[in-house]
């Protein structure tokens, strides 16, 4: 890797790290804990999809998690919007089970799930999103589903609006 840059970082290094500088600044020292997230809305996958629809909308809520029936483990998601555009285009019926359309978790060698807890920095949160620094997954992500540390339990659906709302709440500093 070339050194190129004024500090014998890469360039590319250099930029990334200075990104994740200005999140750290921008956050400072906020967890997703601060975000105040409303618990997490879950779902089986074999409830009919109108009744997950039912449970999302009535809650306002823009994803639900799938657990399964039996060990209450995190098996997916369902996006509201995307179940709206599926029933528009009749490709699934309200009374078809949210298995049909959930999307599932990819659990393969190699890929490592980046644990999302009440205790990670909004700055490490929007790395996730951004895909940049120790929580990037290989693309840009659009929500975290937050756990316990030992992945146990789901306590809630952290988005990218989350953390535009919390900034524009949160006073700045002078």
Do not use: C
């Amino acid at each position: 890797m070339a050194q190129d840059g004024a500090n014998g970082i890469a360039p590319q290094e250099e930029e990334t790290t200075a990104l994740l500088d200005s999140w750290a600044r921008k956050y400072r020292g906020a967890t997703v804990e601060d975000l105040d997230l409303p618990p997490a809305l879950s779902t089986s996958p074999d409830t009919s999809l109108s009744d997950a629809m039912l449970s999302a909308s009535s809650h306002d809520y823009s994803h639900l998690t799938v657990l399964s029936n039996e060990t209450r483990s995190l098996l997916g998601y369902l996006t509201v919007s995307k179940l709206k555009s599926l029933f528009e285009s009749k490709q699934l019926a309200p009374s078809d089970p949210v298995k049909k359309a959930m999307v599932k978790f990819k659990r393969s060698e190699g890929r490592q799930y980046k644990v999302i807890s009440m205790e990670t920095e909004l700055w490490e949160l929007e790395g996730f999103f951004e895909n940049i620094g120790d929580y990037a997954t290989g693309s840009k992500q659009d929500f975290a589903v937050v756990t316990d540390y030992g992945r146990k339990f789901v306590l809630g659906v952290a988005t990218r609006h989350d953390l535009d709302e919390f900034v524009k709440r949160r006073p700045s500093i002078s």
